[in-house]
């Protein structure tokens, strides 16, 4: 049964036409839980947290708290000290850059990060890298866009600090093997940090089983509102971290001149929190919990497969990365011919479907794979066959508008 | 007109079209234009003699929208004179935002009229006035690349600089 009933944006219109929305991997459509439980939390709950002795504000706190909690089991966390809560990925990956990277990279050392990273993985350690007279070291994938043992084993070495990857990449779609990368980065003493913005949408994410160090996620990925997200760290390195920014609520004491911080996750989270966005963090992680993961998994990989069966057969559209289903997760970057992809999109969009073009953040992947840029299609829970029929029909009007094929 | 007529009747044919794809020998003026948003990049160059603008031709990728513009603009201008090239220009950005609208203004640009139907897609309208707003920069007697957006910091060589445009490791 389709989910699409609970995303009003989805429904048709006055006129019966109806979005097919492809985008989910830029941003995600909100179910109406979410919806809801935003609007509840401005109708009855709204006050500053921590911040008053009177009954609305403990009720706001307790929303404040049991969100983290309710993020912690999300990401399978030891404890809901360990989530910081963020405005999304970018601020997550630049407070674990900041903090960590500035004071434990020194002169010498080494960053690895993947050439397929988000730029938001990716600038603020070349900055860290910078700043610190560090090295920034990359990791490249084979030809089908997969990252192989040895090459993970060769890059890292005993002078690597910091490893920072995507576990799915947002153009490539591919699940790395974060397994390895974690057993090599810990031989060598090094912190992994994950990029988990493309994973926590489509796989269940568990930072204990995969032992990292940190992780980052942005709600509006996961249905929830844009504007919250996630740093998940292990407690005893978020302990040891100086603050990312400061003032209001990270701290213990305050005199003129000496400041005491407050404990994690405080101590990361200045100022007036976005506790409305929470609860529909929290609301989202609930409604994809209640789905379950097994009906998300089977849903996603039953459209990817007919997609990339569907898109295999026009002889002009390349696929980037390997192009099985196995190991792939929620999104599928092409081209067709030598169609510019914004011309595509153009073309799809007047067809009211929604895929994105560009370089998607991730110019160094564009460079690597000799590109400019490319089309993206991407799933999400509330997607069905119709969507994709619509989409490969898509793929034949931009044939015959641009002339190609017969 | 819609999306389709727009693609079907123009755009195709001359995004495909070589003859004015070209560097030009001896140019007096050459920019590049870029989107960074969406990646088009266009190198205009041109040859002015006596105020004439004896040749033009350009060098880039982009969309078809981009690269027709561009190659629409270019056929208007061979031949043109300075000022004439700086009242297609006018014409041009005024039909694009609707602020001209008669038919006898609109066909002074030739075939380049047809761009008139990108308002329909206004998410595109940045591909399709590019190579004009280059050629107008051009004209003022700018030159290098024209980046609407960002400026980089191109200090290679030096281990590390950061500064309020950019950074540069090496
Ligand atoms: C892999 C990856 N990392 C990071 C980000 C940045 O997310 P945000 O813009 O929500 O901070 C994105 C999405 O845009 C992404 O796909």
Known sequence: MSLMSD???????????????????????????????????????????????????????????????????????????????????????????????????????????????????????????????????????????????????????????????????????????????????????????????????????????????FAAFSGHKIYAPMGTGALYGR?????????????????????????????????????????????????????????????????????MKLALDGMREFPEVKIYGDDSSAGRKGVISFNIGDVHPHDVASIMDANGVAIRAGHHCAQPLMDFLKINSCCRVSFALYNTEDDVKIFLDSIMKVRSWMGLGS | MDLKSLYTQIITENSRATHNRHPVIGATNSLEGINPSCGDDITLQFKVENDIIVDAGFIGTGCAISQASASLMIDLIKGKSVDEAKHYIDIFFGMIKGEIKEDEVIDELEDAAALQGIAVVPARVKCAVLSWHTLEEALEGKSGVSDHEASENDDAGSSYEEDGDGLSLN
Request: aromatic fraction near 8%; charge should be negative; glycine fraction near 6%.
């Open chain 1, 235 to 303: 407690y005893d390195l978020l302990e040891k971290m100086p603050p990312y920014m400061s003032g209001g609520d990270m701290i213990n004491q305050v005199h003129e001149y000496k400041t005491t911080f407050a404990k994690p996750p405080r101590k990361f989270e200045a100022g007036t929190r976005n506790v409305g966005g929470e609860a529909g963090l929290a609301a989202a992680i609930d409604y994809i919990e209640s789905i379950g993961w097994e009906t998300i998994e089977s849903t996603e990989d039953r459209l």
């Open chain 1, 7 to 213: 995303f009003p944006i989805l429904g048709a219109d006055e006129n019966g036409k109806r979005l097919v929305y492809l985008d989910n991997a830029a941003t995600t459509q909100h179910p109406l839980q979410v919806l809801d439980a935003v609007r509840n939390y401005y109708t009855c709950d709204n006050a500053n947290p921590h911040r008053g002795v009177y009954e609305l504000a403990r009720k706001a706190t307790d929303i404040h708290e049991q969100a983290r909690a309710t993020v912690a089991r999300f990401l399978n966390a030891s404890r809901p000290e360990e989530i910081i809560f963020t405005q999304n990925t970018t601020e997550a990956l630049n407070l674990v850059a900041s903090s960590y990277g500035m004071k434990y990279v020194g002169e010498g050392d080494e960053i690895v990060i993947s050439v397929s990273e988000h730029h938001s993985n990716l600038v603020p350690w070349q900055r860290v890298a910078g700043a610190r007279k560090a090295k920034l070291k990359y990791l490249y994938p084979g030809e089908d866009g997969r990252y192989t043992g040895e090459a993970i084993n060769e890059i890292i070495t005993e002078k690597t600090k910091v490893v920072a990857i995507a576990q799915v990449s947002n153009v490539l779609g591919l699940v790395n093997p974060i397994d390895k990368v974690v057993r090599r980065a810990h031989e060598v003493g090094a912190v992994v940090v994950l990029d988990c913005a493309q994973s926590t949408p489509h796989m269940k994410v568990d930072v204990q089983a995969l032992d990292v160090d």
